[in-house]
């Protein structure tokens, strides 16, 4: 309920980053807006990479708010995600240096993770004989 609300108050920076990842336009990734992970609600993530990316607007600059950001951020980056943020004055300013910047940050983001294989009985006595 929560993310459907977000989604329908879109501030003017979510909405023109938006037009820029939806439909796989950038770099063939599929981006999920207002997604859940954990406890959170992330502006925009990149499952396949790994890679949220934030826009911060005024709530974001309010005091006590880098306390709230830096916990929300480790417990992200602790789920193995990589975090990267804008101002939403930047989307405005310059998206063409924003894109780059999320380019940049799919392009390193790390493998996916291996399915892990379970190791049957029947494997391991195989190996042991």
């Known amino acids: 309920m929560l993310r459907q609300k977000l989604r329908n108050a879109t501030t003017s920076a979510e909405a023109i980053l938006w ?14 807006r207002q997604e859940s992970l ?3 609600i992330v502006d925009f993530y990149c499952p396949e990479c790994r890679v949220i990316v934030e826009l ?10 880098d306390v ?14 990589t ?13 063409d240096l924003v894109l780059e ?7 390193n983001a790390p493998p996916p993770f291996a ?3 379970r190791i049957r009985d029947q494997d391991e ?3 042991d004989a």
């Open 19 to 32: 037009t820029h990842l939806q439909r796989r336009q950038l770099l063939g990734k599929k981006f999920r």
């Open 56 to 65: 911060d607007g005024p709530p974001h600059f309010e005091p006590n708010s």
């Open 83 to 95: 975090v990267i943020r804008f101002e939403n004055q930047a989307i405005h300013d310059d998206i």
């Open 101 to 107: 910047c999320i380019r940049e940050a799919l392009r």
């Open 125 to 127: 006595l195989a190996i």
């Open 38 to 40: 954990g406890r959170y």
């Open 68 to 81: 709230y950001e830096n916990a929300r951020t480790a417990y992200l980056e602790g789920l193995g995600l």
């Open 115 to 117: 399915p892990q294989r």
